[in-house]
């Protein structure tokens, strides 16, 4: 019966050890604030794959536009195909593992 008690005991002591270590990985993990925002300048866009790069302080930032992105030229809604390159912009973005998503682009003359 010894025999059959310490295997069932480990696993049952790894069954219950479980679930307190992943409160404990939740309650220590730093969490990225949900949106970010930067002011540059656009310096290329891809339509067809919903990406552009803006400058900002002469460090060029790749990013995507979200699904659901928008874009606002002049207070009015716009697409991406009406921004150029040199145009000022507000990007408001979120970070997905190493991808910066645009969840809004804003020009303003």
Known sequence: ???????????????????LLAMADEATRVKAPAELEVK?????????????VVTVNSKDLPMHLAMDGKVVIDNKPGTLGEL????????????DDFKLVATRIERKK
């Open 40 to 52: 540059g300048t656009l310096k290329s866009i891809a339509l067809e794959k919903s990406q552009f």
């Open 1 to 19: 019966m010894n025999r059959f008690f310490k295997p069932f005991a480990l696993l049952s002591l790894l069954a219950l050890s479980l679930p």
């Open 84 to 95: 150029r390159a040199g145009n000022e912009v507000l990007v408001t973005y979120k970070r």
